[in-house]
C-alpha cells in the first residue's frame, strides 16, 4: 500500500471519510516526500485532517501549534474517542490532565500534541520537547506570522526558529485566510517551496452574503424580525464590544429567543459552559465577540450576522466561514451602521502609543547594555504601551539586526510539598540525594509557598538552570510537590555599535504609524466591500488573489442588482458643551495621570491602556465618555486645550 493509500484507508478507518477535499492530496503529497508546505483552505475546508491522518503514519511527534483553546480541547476530545493518543497543554488543564500529557511526551506514546505558541516560551516544557522526535511541525492560523496580515502576533515570528531548533524534520502552516503577500511571508519564514504552497478557492455556493445599510435605531428591530421570520438554527451574532454582547443577548432573550453573550472578558467556566450549550443545540444564538468560533467544530451554523462591521475583509472571511460547513444552505448578513467605524477606528488609533513613550521605552532597553533581561509587562506598564505593542516593538528591534533574543525563563519558583522533605529525600540515594538537599536549602518560607531565586540558585550550587529545572519537573511530576513559576523574563543582547537612539525611536514610531494607517485602510477596505457595485463575493475572492470568472448569483448585488442604500460621508457627531463639561472635570480628577493630551483623549474614548488599569482609572466617572466619537475630533479638541 502506497503512504497516499495509507492516508486514504486512515482516512476511512478514523474519520469516516471516503474521498479527499480539495487541496488535500497535494498538502499530503509534499508532506510523505518529507517537504514542508502551506494549507491556504477556507474554514471548513479540511485544513485539520493535512496534519492529523499523516501524524498517524510518522514515526514521530506532530506538534500542533494553535491560538485556539476552543479548537484544541475540540479536535483532542474528538481524536481520543476515536482512541487516537492526541493531548494538548493548555492554561484549562488540571495538574492531573498537564501530568498525563507530559507523561506520554516523555514516554513518546503521543502522536500528537497541542500548545499555544506561549508555551514555546516555557522553558521547563522547551527542555523536554528538545529531547523528542518531532515529525512535523504544524502551524495554525500561520497569517499570524505576517506583519501584513490583519493578526500580526510576534510570537508567531519565533515558530519558525524554534522548528529548526528543535530539529522538526518537515512544517506545516495553516490558514483560512491569506492575501498574496501574507502567504508570501509565509513560505519566507518557515522555508516553503513555492510548488507546496497549496490555495483552494474561497467560493462557498451554499453560503448566501447580504449586507444591508441600515440604521443604527432600526438594526435590533430588523435582526430580531430576521430571527423570527427566517427558519430556526444554530446562529452567531458578532458584535464588537463585551458590553454590547451582553445586552444585546438579554434582548434577545426578552424577546423570546435562545440567546446568550460571549466573550474573553467571561470566566474559562463560563465560556466552556457556553460554548458546549451551542455546540449540543439546533437553534440556539450566541452573541459574541471574535473570541468566539474559531476552531468551533460545529458544521450546522446556519446564520451569522455581523451586528457590529468586521475589522477587516480577512476578518469578515473567516467568520461567515463557520457557516454552512455541513455544505447546506447558511445565510450570512452584515447590518451595516455607518457610525460603527467610529468605535474600531478608535481601537486602531488606541494602539499606536506616544512618540515619547517610543523614546522612552529604546532608551530603557540601552541603559543596560550588552546582555540583560527585561520583563515585557513591566515595559508595558512604565510606557504605557500595550503588550502586544512592547512585543512587537521589541520584534522590530530584532528583526532590524540591533537586539538578539535568548530563550525567556521565569526568574522565581515557588513549590509547597506534599510530603515532609525527609520522605523526598528517602527514595534518592549518593549525589542525587546531596544535590536535592542543598537545592531545598536554597528555598525561602513564604506564606504557604516556598520560594526559589534560580539564578542565585545555580550560583550557590554550581549547577546549572537546566538541571535544577529538571529536578523540579521531576518532582512535580511524582507528585512530592506542587510546582509554580512567576516573573517572565526575556534575555536580549544589544548587537553592533550603539545607535542613534533618537533617530531609532523616531523610525520605530513611524513604524507604528504606518500600521496603523493599514489597519484603518483594513477598515475602509470593508465600506468598500458593502458599497462594492458588482457581484460580492467575486470582489472577496479578488482580495485573496482568486480570479472567479462568473457572478455567484447569490449575493446582495446579484440578488437585487444594486449597492445596498447609496453611502453618504458620515459626519463626525459633534461634542456637546455638556459632555466636555463632563470631560475636563474628569480630568481634573485624574490628575496628572490624564496630563498628556493623547492619553487624555485615549481616556475620553474608551480605550484600554496599561496606565488607566495601573491607576484603575477605567472604573472612574468620564472614562469612555465619548466612545462613539472619532478619536481624531477628541484628541484636536483635547490638543486645543493643552496639557493639563
Known sequence: ??????????????????????????????????????????????????????????????????????????????????????????????????????????????????????RLLNERFCETLLQAKISLFAVDEAHCISEWGHNFRPDYLRLASFAKACRAERVLALTATATAPVLADICKNFEIAADCAIRTGFYRPNLTLLATEIDREARERDLIARLRDRPAGPTII?????????????????????????????????RARIQDWFIRGTHEIVVATIAFGMGIDKADIRYVYHYNPPKSLENYAQEIGRAGRDGQSAICEFLFVRSDLFVLENFVYGDTPTAANVRGFVDELWKHGGEFSVSQYDLSSKFNIRINVVRTLLTYLELAGHLSGGTPYYDSYQIKPRVPSGKILANFDGERREFLTKLFGQFVKKKIWLQLDLEQACKNLRQSRERIIRALDYLAEQQYLELK????????????????????????????????????????????????????????????????????????????????????????????DQLWRQALAARRAGGTALADPHTFACFLCGLPAPLFTRQKLTTQPGYGLLAEVPFATVLEKVQAVGAA
Not at 484544541?72 to 498537564?98: C, F, G, H, V
Not at 458590553?243 to 467571561?266: D, F, M, N, P, W
Request: with cysteine.
Open 238 to 270: 458578532y458584535v464588537t464590544l463585551q458590553r454590547t454582547a451582553e445586552e444585546l443577548a438579554e434582548k434577545l432573550t426578552a424577546a423570546g429567543l435562545s440567546a446568550q453573550a460571549y466573550h474573553a472578558g467571561l470566566e474559562d467556566g463560563d
Open 485 to 576: 513559576t512567576a516573573g517572565l523574563r526575556h534575555r536580549y543582547k544589544t548587537v553592533g555599535p550603539r545607535p542613534d537612539l533618537a533617530k531609532l525611536a523616531n523610525t520605530l514610531y513611524k513604524r507604528l504609524k504606518d500600521r496603523e494607517t493599514r489597519e484603518l485602510e483594513r477598515l475602509q477596505g470593508v465600506v468598500d466591500w458593502v458599497e462594492h457595485r458588482g457581484c460580492q463575493v467575486r470582489a472577496l475572492g479578488t482580495h485573496f488573489a482568486e480570479t472567479e470568472t462568473v457572478d455567484c448569483g447569490h449575493c446582495t448585488w446579484c440578488l437585487d442588482r444594486e449597492r445596498p442604500r447609496a453611502a453618504n460621508t458620515l459626519a463626525a457627531p459633534q461634542i456637546a
Open 1 to 118: 500500500m502506497s503512504d497516499l493509500a495509507q492516508i486514504q484507508d486512515l482516512m476511512r478507518q478514523y474519520f469516516g471519510y471516503g474521498e479527499f477535499r480539495p487541496g488535500q492530496r497535494e498538502v499530503f503529497e509534499c508532506l510523505l516526500a518529507g517537504k514542508s508546505a502551506a494549507a491556504v483552505f477556507p474554514t471548513g475546508g479540511g485544513k485539520s485532517l493535512c496534519y492529523q491522518l499523516p501524524a498517524l503514519t510518522f514515526p514521530g511527534l506532530t506538534l500542533v501549534v494553535s491560538p485556539l483553546i476552543a479548537l484544541m480541547k475540540d479536535q483532542i476530545d474528538a481524536l481520543r474517542k476515536r482512541r487516537i493518543p492526541a493531548r494538548r497543554l493548555d492554561s484549562t488543564l488540571n495538574l492531573a490532565e498537564y501530568r498525563d500529557a507530559m507523561s506520554m511526551l516523555r514516554s513518546g506514546e503521543l502522536k500528537m500534541l497541542y500548545v499555544a505558541p506561549e
